[in-house]
């Protein structure tokens, strides 16, 4: 802990040694900077802290024994923890028994669970949090910087955004000021109050290193470098004009303790899930059906694209939204309501924050050319595990053997019991992989859609692609297999 502690001290000491530095450089080296933008001193947070502070608060959580594990967290709970907070894997440890002197506690007795902070959004005791820090906990005890202490009662939370709302009984709060995520600038000073390790009110500053950070989770981050560590959790990411801008969430490390990178949910979204778990306690979420993937640069200059955007459609959804508007796998879709999709972990966000029953414009790429559709938002549910069909095997339609030597690969095709069985209608299915369709990652099984952006119904039109495709060029293949589609890249022999 101490050496933590020390180590945060050096790095917070490299600020301004440099500024000192700079300030020494002669006034010819000054004057050769022209128009570099001026260093200004360094922040001082003191007022910051003396109007926000109040606000911050420290959420203790409590869990009743309920026999077979007394002491506290699960091992699995544990290891969820971790990877949350550090994105580490916890080892499996054999759990240690009860403090020395100390009792385990019994059935139906309340052990303490964690610690988090969270700060108040409204003056009549509405306070927001993370998700993960009120989960499974049977009593959420907030502590005020005064040290009044308050229960709180669990209106909502959110796990896929890891946002939470809890109300206590109080009016006439210091709460806090939201500010705009949009003009949060990188290199900006921010600063965090919270609960580290349960030292309340603890005070750490840094800059924003990044905007729209994708960590795989629901909702892009903000990440700075501000010092988070267990017990942040929920509490506010500060700008210099006071106004919370996100709430410290997640960190990343190697080590198991704070390494420069931490991550906040920006708080403008935040804001639109608390909303909601204020008005409903739920988040009610859109949803279009489809099953999509990143775009690469070689798919999208080879089916022209252009440039690697939008999300590809791997798989479409029986009866979705998707599948009604003519939504196809293998379709890119490029655009979502006139914005543009970058990245494919757009859409889910965008679709998401769309009400369900709106209908709304969805542009695809589809065989070198785009197209709207239009499209009814349902209602995102909670996840189903989805059984997997076994690839389609047998012989009941004629089979029609063709090879393409150039390629490497022999299809055949395919009878009509294996397409009602892949849901597919046109297509024709790979015998065998060698050479070039091997390097490619084609297998046997695959069924092959398209090639060069042309669709493929049959073993004739298969070769007739192929023999029209630049030899010189990679040849692009749309491929479905087992229920998902996705493009490969075939490089043939010369």
């Known amino acids: 802990m101490l050496i933590q502690i020390k180590k945060a001290g050096v790095s917070a000491l490299a600020v301004p040694l440099f500024a000192v530095g700079a300030a020494l450089l002669p006034p010819a080296a000054l004057a050769q900077s022209g128009n570099a933008p001026s260093v200004r001193g360094l922040p001082d947070f003191t007022d910051l802290v003396d109007h926000v502070g109040p606000a911050v608060v420290n959420i203790r959580t409590m869990e009743r024994v309920r026999g077979g594990n007394p002491g506290g967290a699960s091992d699995e709970e544990m290891q969820e923890f971790f990877r949350r907070f ?276 969805i542009t695809v790429f589809r065989r070198g050319q785009s197209r709207d559709l239009s499209i009814t938002i349902a209602e995102l549910e909670a996840e189903q595990a989805s059984a997997r069909r076994p690839s389609p095997r047998g012989s009941e339609a004629p089979k029609a053997q063709g090879a393409v030597q150039a390629l490497g690969v022999t299809v055949t095709d395919l009878s009509d019991a294996q397409k009602r069985e892949l849901k597919v209608k046109r297509g024709v299915r790979v015998e065998s992989a060698a050479d070039a369709a091997a390097r490619a990652g084609l297998r046997e099984g695959d069924v092959i859609l398209s090639v060069a952006n042309v669709e493929i119904h049959n073993v004739r039109e298969f070769e007739a692609a192929v023999a029209k495709a630049d030899r010189g060029k990679p040849v692009n293949m749309l491929i479905q297999r087992g229920e998902l589609v996705q493009f490969v890249l075939v490089r043939p022999a010369r």
């Open 86 to 361: 550090f994105g580490i894997p916890m080892p499996n440890v054999p759990r240690q028994g009860p403090r020395q002197n100390r009792p385990a506690p019994q059935p139906d007795q309340e052990v303490p669970r964690g610690v988090g902070s969270g700060f108040i959004i409204s003056p009549d005791g509405f306070v927001m949090t993370n998700a993960h820090v009120v989960d499974g906990a049977d009593e959420v005890l907030v502590t005020l910087p005064d040290k009044r202490e308050f229960k709180a009662k669990i209106v909502g939370a959110d796990k896929r955004t890891d946002v939470a709302v809890v109300k206590i009984d109080a009016t006439g709060l210091p709460s806090v000021k939201v500010g705009d995520v949009n003009k949060l600038r990188v290199g900006e000073w921010v600063m965090a109050i919270g609960s580290p390790f349960g030292l309340e009110n603890s005070v750490t500053a840094g800059i924003v290193s990044a905007k729209q950070r994708d960590t795989g989770d629901y909702l892009p981050f903000i990440q700075t470098d501000v010092a988070v560590n267990p017990g942040n959790s929920g509490g506010p990411l500060i700008n210099m004009r006071g106004e919370v801008v996100g709430i410290n969430s997640q960190i990343y490390s190697r080590s198991g303790g704070f390494m420069g990178i931490s991550f906040a949910i920006p708080i403008d979204e935040a804001m639109r899930v608390s909303e909601q778990l204020r008005a409903s306690g739920r988040v009610t979420r859109g949803r279009v059906g489809v099953q999509i993937d990143q775009v690469t640069k070689e798919v999208a200059e080879s089916i022209g694209l252009g440039k690697p955007q939008g999300a590809l459609v791997r798989n479409v959804e029986s009866g979705s939204p998707a599948e009604k508007a003519g939504v196809e796998a293998g379709d890119i879709i490029t655009r979502f309501e006139g914005k543009t999709i970058d990245k494919a972990s757009d859409l889910p966000r965008m679709v998401g924050n769309t009400k369900p029953g709106t209908k709304s414009t």
